[in-house]
């Protein structure tokens, strides 16, 4: 299992990176759009802090294959380090899929609503495909549900394409990914925060120091 970063904020992934274990950012144009910071400088910042082999996701914005394919050049051009173009699952985007999967470069098949859209995102060449669980959820759908039929899909047909779950609202909507065969997930910076917090770990850690005090008049084992 890996954990990505959903933000462009940059001191938010320097100081996550500096304590999760964290396998690379993803963005989205609205991720950019929140920074109010020129993007290329922003994904250059980001690039930086994370270094050259953590993967930097990038989206495009065009709506046909070939704006896209243009879009998809400008940054890889332009970033270094290991880059994964971010592609929608529409009609045009699987275009730009096949054409850019000719050419190797890394494709993520994103805005995943069905376990269909990840299967053709998938026959066409694509690396990652990305459900968006919160947002399922939000249409009255499942978006577990879905995450473990694209699961079941491409182990049915031996497929190389791997799931990063993506939207999420809540701990409880990772935890369940995971279980449903997401290989990764891209969480937003509050929302990693929260994936390991739980009361009850600081009130045993408080209560194990005050005891080690009282006994031994020390904070810590060395002093
Ligand atoms: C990630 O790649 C997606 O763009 C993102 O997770 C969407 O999340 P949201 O539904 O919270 O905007």
């Not at 850019?100 to 609503?113: C, E, S």
């Not at 998938?122 to 990305?130: E, H």
Request: hydrophobic share 45%.
């Amino acid at each position: 299992m890996r954990l990505y970063i959903d933000s462009a904020n940059v001191e938010k992934i320097r100081r996550l990176t500096e304590y999760y274990p964290i396998a690379g950012v993803t963005t989205n144009p609205s991720i950019l759009v929140k920074e109010n910071h020129p993007f290329l400088d922003t994904l250059r910042q980001i690039r930086e802090v994370i270094g050259t082999e953590k993967e930097l996701f990038v989206q495009v914005l065009g709506e046909t294959a070939e704006e896209m394919v243009e879009e998809a050049t400008f940054i890889t051009d332009r970033l270094s380090g290991s880059i994964v173009v971010k592609i929608p699952v529409t009609e045009e985007g699987l275009k730009a899929i096949k054409l850019l999967a000719g050419q190797n470069v890394p494709i993520l098949a994103t805005t995943i609503y069905t376990s269909f859209q990840a299967l053709m995102a998938a026959l066409s060449g694509a690396k990652y495909v990305a459900p968006y669980v919160n947002r399922i959820d939000n249409l009255t759908g499942n978006g577990v549900k879905v995450v473990a039929e694209i699961a079941q899909l491409f182990a049915a047909y031996q497929l190389p394409t791997e799931i990063v779950a993506a939207s999420f609202k809540n701990v409880q909507q990772v935890h369940d990914v995971c279980l449903a065969g997401a290989e990764a997930v891209t969480v937003g910076h509050e929302l990693i925060e929260k994936l390991i917090a739980f009361p009850a770990t600081l009130a045993d850690v408080h209560a194990f120091k005050t005891e080690w005090q009282k006994t031994f008049g020390t904070d810590l084992l060395h002093s």
